[in-house]
């Protein structure tokens, strides 16, 4: 059985979140980081054509959720592979991992970026929530749309800095991971594959059930420990989101359900 690296017995009543695994920051080819997105090109057509898949699924389970309770079987395992694959390729995309993702909505083998967010038996999901999702969500997915546009707008200069060292440095690593997990637990609250609502963007420091008896191992982000500097960053693509957002909303206005739609995986 796989090792739980990272993790701890949760409280009692303690709430489950998704969870990221992706390994310390090491070398990365030089030749892959000035490329990086012209490699990826044929993921992102491929997410593009799941995603409209994935559209239909979120609606039928959507449907099935407030029937059953939780979500189909069939259904659940399908959002939670595209919610893992949608990462990966992310993942990849904001140089977080110089491994190439793989073409696999499953839990591929040897992939150093993992995502757990899925239990052995369906998750049970309360229907108010559910018949409400979108409304509840349009907070988190303010926060996960402003957090995402600002490491955008510096993603270039992230992009020198692992191009001229070889390797992301790890406040950059961290918040960086920071964003990445946010938008994943976003999806996986979004696509109705969990009840728990997205939170800590700044890491896991605050939380008791992730910081006592923690498991060193491979994983560098489960629990995720924001350092100083990482939490500087995290804060200036708020910052830099909410400036962008600002500007975009003075001249083409602002819709709430654009920036919902706008956070969902691959969408």
Not at 165 to 173: A, D, I, K, T
Request: net charge positive; proline share 9%.
């Amino acid at each position: 059985m796989e090792p739980h690296y990272g993790t701890v017995p949760l409280f009692p009543g303690a709430e489950a979140l998704p969870e990221l695994d992706i390994p310390q920051p090491g070398r990365q080819n030089r030749l892959s980081v000035l490329v990086r997105l012209l490699l990826l090109l044929p993921h992102f057509v491929v997410l593009a054509v799941l995603s409209v898949v994935t559209f239909f699924a979120v609606v039928a389970g959507w449907f099935a959720a407030l029937l059953l309770g939780r979500l189909p079987a069939p259904v659940e395992r399908y959002l939670a592979g595209f919610l893992g694959y949608d990462t990966r390729v992310n993942a990849s995309a904001m140089l977080l991992t110089g491994r190439y993702p793989p073409f696999e909505l499953g839990e591929p083998m040897g992939c150093p970026v993992r995502v757990r967010v899925r239990v052995q038996q369906s998750v049970h999901l309360n229907r108010p929530a559910v018949l409400f999702r979108l409304l509840l969500v349009i907070p988190a997915a303010l926060v996960e749309v402003v957090a995402t546009a600002g490491w955008w707008a510096v993603s270039a200069l992230s992009w020198l800095v692992v191009l001229f060292l070889g390797r992301m440095p790890l406040p950059l690593f961290e918040a960086t991971a920071a964003v990445l997990r946010y938008r994943m637990r976003l999806g996986a609250y979004v696509l109705l594959l969990s009840p728990a609502y997205p939170k800590r963007l700044f890491g896991d420091q605050s939380a008791p059930d992730a910081v006592v008896g923690t498991i060193a191992g491979p994983s560098a982000t489960r629990p995720l420990f924001l350092g100083t500097g990482a939490k500087v960053l995290v804060g200036a693509f708020l910052v830099l989101g909410l400036v962008g957002g600002a500007a975009n909303s003075s001249r083409y206005g602002a819709d709430g359900s654009a920036a919902v739609q706008a956070s969902l995986p691959g969408f």
